[in-house]
Each structure stands twice: as structure tokens, then as C-alpha cells.
């Protein structure tokens, strides 16, 4: 257990579908961060939140919408998905400092038929 | 600016012998370095972590990573490997007076044979 929550652990979803990811943390950090991993693929950055403002959008296309309500709190909103977004989304968390460690989730595994 | 290079995609033992998986960095000021283990369909979890004390940092599960300055490296071993350390690890720098978004390597798949 590593103080940060992902839910659903497996989502399928059609490529019509609207459906959102859900992490929480518990470990009173102040960022939060958004990956995907492919399979073959290095791990790669989506979006990164500190004191809830989006610091880091890594080029994703806009059908991937986060949401940072509060510190605790990161959503990823999924709408009109291909295929090819199937992966695991990795949720973490650090303090938000230079050189500190950034913790994760278990991940949310989705699939887009 | 931080990077880090994994040398290997790919690294196979046998069962009950040494591990050594290899990384290299770049950092501008002072780095943190880390080491995380991902096993199949699961989160990645912090192995160990160097931040400036003893060079020599022991993690969890007999690994270990060794500092090198000098060498810009920060390799992970472990004297005997055993079937459940079959995983992919990654590395990952971050300055500790630059961007707090840290840097990850492409990881390693460490493969154990019986």
C-alpha cells in the first residue's frame, strides 16, 4: 500500500463511450501526476498538477481531460477514445519539491474496443 | 537539465546468481536517484532512493546502488537473484534544484531463469 488509490482497477469502454479514472491520495503531497504505459513503450507523461494548478500537459490529445479538484484528488475524463489508448494509467504523487519522491498507484488498466 | 539512460533493454540470470542493471545520468545540480520495481500488471514501487548521504543505499529485498559521480552512474545489484525478482525496474533522476518533475529511464525487464 502506498498511500495513493486508483479506481477502477480495469475499465473497458467503447470508443463512444464517456467514463473517467479516479485517484486519490493520502500522503498530504501537494502534486500529482497522470502516465500512461503502453505495452513496448516507455513510460510516458501526461499531465502533471501542483497546488492544483496544471503544470505539465504533455502534448495529450484533448479526448484525455484532467480534472484536479483538490491536492488529494485527480480525475482523467476519457471521451470518443481510440483504440490505441488502450494501457495502464498510472496515478502519483509527490510533495512537490525538487529531488523528492514520487509515489504511485496500482494503476487503472483500459481497454477501448 | 536531467536525463538518465537504462544500458539494457533486457538483462537474463540465472536463479541464485548476481544482478547488476546499469544506469546512467545527467543533472545539472545535485541529483536524487531512485530505483523502482514494476511486477506484471501492478504499480511501480520505490526500491531505493540516493539523496546525497552515503553513496553505498540499500533498498528493499537485498538490492543495492552505488553513487558514482566520477561515473555519472548509479547501477542496482544484488548478490543472488531469485524467481520473484523477475520484474521491470526503472531509473529516475531528479535535480534537487531543478524541475520537481523527475526524469524516468526507458526500465529494464530483469529476466530469472531456474
Known amino acids: 500500500e502506498t498511500g495513493v488509490t486508483q479506481t477502477p482497477r480495469h475499465l473497458v469502454m467503447g470508443m463512444t463511450n464517456k467514463k473517467s479514472l479516479k485517484c486519490e491520495q493520502h500522503?498530504?503531497?501537494?502534486?500529482m501526476y497522470w502516465y500512461k504505459q503502453s505495452a513496448k513503450k516507455p513510460l510516458e507523461l501526461m499531465f502533471v498538477?501542483?497546488?492544483?494548478?496544471?503544470?505539465e500537459n504533455n502534448s495529450v490529445p484533448s479526448r484525455f481531460s484532467p480534472e484536479c479538484p483538490n491536492s488529494s484528488h485527480l480525475f482523467l475524463h476519457l471521451h470518443t477514445l481510440q483504440p490505441e489508448d488502450s494501457a495502464l494509467y498510472l496515478c502519483?504523487?509527490?510533495?512537490?519539491?525538487?529531488?523528492?519522491?514520487?509515489?504511485f498507484g496500482e494503476g487503472s488498466w483500459l481497454t477501448v474496443v | 537539465a536531467q536525463s538518465v539512460t537504462q544500458l539494457d533493454s533486457h538483462v537474463s540470470v540465472s536463479e541464485g546468481t548476481p544482478v547488476l542493471l546499469r544506469c546512467n545520468y545527467s543533472s545539472s545540480y545535485s541529483p536524487s536517484l531512485f530505483w523502482y520495481v514494476q511486477h506484471p500488471n501492478k504499480g511501480l514501487q520505490l526500491l531505493l532512493k540516493?539523496?546525497?548521504?552515503?553513496?553505498l543505499v540499500k533498498g528493499i529485498n537485498g538490492f543495492e546502488a552505488e553513487f558514482k559521480k566520477s561515473e555519472t552512474s548509479f547501477h542496482l545489484t544484488k548478490p543472488s537473484a531469485h524467481m520473484s525478482d523477475a520484474a521491470e525496474y526503472f531509473c529516475v533522476v531528479s535535480d534537487r534544484r531543478g524541475s520537481y518533475i523527475p526524469t524516468f529511464g526507458r526500465g529494464t525487464s530483469l529476466i530469472v531463469h531456474p
Open positions: 500522503l498530504g503531497h501537494n502534486a
Open positions: 540516493y539523496t546525497s548521504a552515503a553513496t
Open positions: 502519483a504523487s509527490s510533495r512537490g519539491q525538487p529531488g523528492n519522491t514520487i509515489y
Open positions: 498538477y501542483n497546488f492544483k494548478e496544471q503544470t
